[in-house]
């Protein structure tokens, strides 16, 4: 649906994008995660062809940005980082103007605005005016501005970015809303915890390169090198470590509370997983009364990944 190959974008004597090779299939739901300046804003602008690449190529739904934007265009629905500035207007005359301009008329044009109004729930203030909505409900008049000609592709630069938790929980609730629908969607952030319930596959970019893509549980393994498991047992602790620390799959095993005899465990990045950990203790007979696999947080898988890297 979406690819790039060798997108290169220079301004001036700065690299903003670097040999990006990215591929978004039909359905995706693509996290573009990266810390500020990375080239996301970059990359969405080239796909949504305001921007020309330096050299690469890209390809929307099988058309090339050089050469082809104007069938790019009828396919996707591209919602800036900014609001733009034709505020002086009803929520309904602002997207009856912009259904015009993709040509939708007449009966179509009502039912079209209906529809996403409902969808993006804002019908409730299709008669206010576009400068007195908050930001959240700014976001997704956006949303439904893009939404108008029913595009295949939603390309979106931070939605959520300043808003309150209530209004992103909104974002996100409609996102689900047009992912469900089939939308292909690409949305930004720097956040990767935002992206994490919502997203189908992530990449992570960071200095205009790649350095990650693929689906979120791939990331997550490839950061979980330091894979580690809490074991309680029901007692001899020291001798439990003993026998955890000499098993070849351990690459450390410690004793971090005595007294409740809880264990950390590091197991090897040969480990398939932790589970033989409760299973070699079992089989040496120790009483186990709990097992409890680290939570991986993403925001520091993401450091992890983007480690060296920042400045
Ligand atoms: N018009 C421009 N002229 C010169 N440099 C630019 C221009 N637009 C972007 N850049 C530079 O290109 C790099 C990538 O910028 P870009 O806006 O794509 O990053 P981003 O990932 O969207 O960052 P943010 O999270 O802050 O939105 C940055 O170093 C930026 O300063
Ligand atoms: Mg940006």
């Known amino acids: 649906m979406i690819e790039t190959r060798y997108l290169t974008k220079v301004y001036k004597d700065l690299t903003a994008l670097d040999k990006l090779n990215l591929t978004i299939d039909q359905g995706d739901i693509y996290g573009f995660i990266g810390p500020n300046g990375a080239g996301k804003t970059t990359t969405i602008k080239i796909l949504s062809t305001l921007l020309r690449p330096t050299s690469g190529q890209a390809f929307v739904c099988g058309y090339s940005v050089n050469g082809q934007a104007k069938h790019i265009r009828r396919k996707i629905g591209y919602v800036p980082d900014e609001f733009g500035v034709y505020e002086d207007m ?76 209530r209004a992103r929980i909104e974002i996100r609730e409609l996102l689900k809303e047009l992912r469900n629908m089939g939308k292909t969607i690409l949305i930004s952030s720097h956040i990767l915890s935002e992206l994490k319930e919502l997203c189908t596959k992530v990449g992570i970019i960071e200095q205009g390169q790649l350095l990650f893509s693929g689906p979120l549980k791939d990331i997550l393994k490839q950061v979980r090198a330091a894979d580690v498991v809490l ?81």
């Not at 005016?129 to 939404?147: E, F, I, K, N, T």
């Not at 990045?269 to 120790?286: C, G, H, I, S, Y």
Request: glycine share 4%.
């Open 90 to 165: 009803t929520v309904t005359e602002y997207l009856e103007f912009f259904a015009a301009l993709y040509e939708i008329t007449g009966q179509d044009r009502r039912r079209v605005i209906r529809d996403v109004l409902e969808l993006t729930d804002l019908s409730y203030k299709e008669q206010a005016q576009v400068d007195s909505l908050s930001r959240g409900m700014r976001q997704r008049l956006a949303l439904a501005r893009v939404l108008l000609h029913d595009p295949e592709v939603l390309l979106l630069d931070e939605p959520a970015s300043g808003l309150d938790p």
């Open 231 to 311: 074991v309680q047992v029901r007692e001899a602790a020291e001798q439990a470590v003993a026998v955890l620390s000499e098993h070849a799959l351990v690459s450390r095993a410690e004793l971090l509370d005595p007294t409740e005899g809880i264990i950390e465990v590091q197991v090897s990045e040969a480990a398939e997983d932790t589970t033989f950990v409760p299973r070699l203790l079992v089989e040496n007979k120790f009483g186990i009364v709990s097992v409890r696999e680290q939570e991986i947080d993403l925001e520091d898988a993401f450091m992890q990944v983007t480690k060296g890297q920042v400045a």
